[in-house]
């Protein structure tokens, strides 16, 4: 009789012990998470149906989908959608960081960095525009852009990369912010190959005055060499990191309804989640989401010529179509489903174990 309650008793300690170990084992130390800004699915589908071979999107393992409403209106703007991700509410459009009262809401990136972790944002437009900007400042339009800059200092993100020098040095203020970030030990990059050049450390990569060119216009591989650049800083931090990587020019395709222009920043766009993915397979320990704020154009496709897409568009502004969700790594199950966009953050904020 006493015996068997003692094998009763250490049985329901070892149970507790590896479901406790279970646990922890699914939560991952490092998030990804990849915006391609106004990215639906046709817009994807552009990207694979023109191109020869698989693309790297393809490899994803859950798939969902999310509603993305601002709190205002129907049709979400860059800014509510990233606030929603980032900060988990809906919000109004225009609103960066801030709650439809326009209070300051915690994000993902600074809890993480509270946390210990390490952070990032890289990005092809402006580092200070809606999307990047909704991850680090506070402010309740995305027009102010001065102000945004400024909500960088008050953080101890590890690494920035995008465009946007002139909201840091010529301003109504007078402040260089440059100034600023090096005196909080940043090392300034001004060009692709300075920011190659960096290892370690924290890291300000200035790519532009206003915004990059287009892929057409020549811009490369930028977004590619930051987002690995970024993770080499990143993976150091012991604790792990969150990096939010944004393919920004999908959105501006979709505003000119212009196919190619589509087409050549969804394929941009692809190299950096098979980075990405490449990374979570090496760390085992990683959790990469793909998705978009929104999407942009009413984006159709109506036939393959010479292995061109033959698109069609239904406006020059965004559209309140329900927007895929890809997942892969660890914790990716959590994303299959139909959920709201602000419960990104929240899924977020559960695998890190916050
Ligand atoms: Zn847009």
């Known amino acids: 009789m006493k015996k068997s309650v003692q094998l009763i008793i250490s049985l329901l300690f070892v149970t507790s012990i590896v479901c406790f170990a279970q646990k922890k084992n699914a939560q991952p130390k490092n998030i990804i998470l990849l915006i391609g800004d106004g990215m639906g699915a046709s817009q994807v589908y552009a990207g694979i149906a023109s191109s020869k071979s698989t693309l790297n999107i393809e490899r994803s393992q859950f798939i969902g989908f999310h509603k993305n409403q601002a709190s205002d209106s129907f049709i979400t703007d860059s800014a509510a959608g990233a606030t929603a991700f980032s900060a988990g509410e809906k919000t109004f459009n225009g609103a960066i960081g801030v709650d439809k009262d ?11 960095e509270q946390k210990g972790l390490a952070t990032g944002l890289v990005a092809t437009c402006s580092i200070t525009h809606a999307t990047p900007g909704s991850f680090i400042a506070h402010q309740p339009s995305r027009g102010m852009v001065e102000e945004i800059a400024a909500d960088f200092l008050n953080t101890d ?5 995008g465009g946007g020098r002139k909201h840091f040095t010529e301003r109504k203020d007078g402040r260089n912010l440059i100034d600023d970030l090096k005196a909080k030990n940043y090392q300034i990059a001004q060009s692709i190959e300075e920011v190659e050049k960096i290892k370690s450390g924290k890291l300000a990569g200035f790519l532009a005055d206003v915004e990059q060119p287009k892929m057409s216009e020549g811009r490369g591989d930028q977004l590619l060499i930051s987002t690995k650049t970024a993770l080499n800083i990143l993976k150091q931090n012991k604790k792990g990191f969150f990096l939010m990587v944004e393919g920004s020019q999908i959105d501006w395709g979709g505003h000119a309804n212009d196919t190619q222009y589509i087409v050549n920043e969804m394929l941009d766009f692809d190299k950096a989640i098979g980075e990405a993915f490449d990374f979570a397979d090496k760390d085992g320990n990683t959790l990469v989401i793909i998705t978009a704020d929104h999407e942009t154009g009413g984006f159709s496709i109506n036939g393959l010529k010479d292995g061109q897409v033959e698109g069609k568009f239904t406006t020059k502004s965004h559209t ?6 890809y997942a892969y790594g660890k914790g990716a199950e959590q994303f299959s489903g139909i959920y709201f966009n602000n419960d990104i953050f929240h899924k977020m904020k559960k695998a890190f174990g916050f």
Do not use: N, R
């Open 102 to 112: 326009k209070k300051s809401i915690p994000t993902i990136l600074e809890i993480a």
């Open 157 to 161: 993100v590890d690494v920035f990369i």
């Open 320 to 325: 309140g179509v329900m927007i895929p969700v």
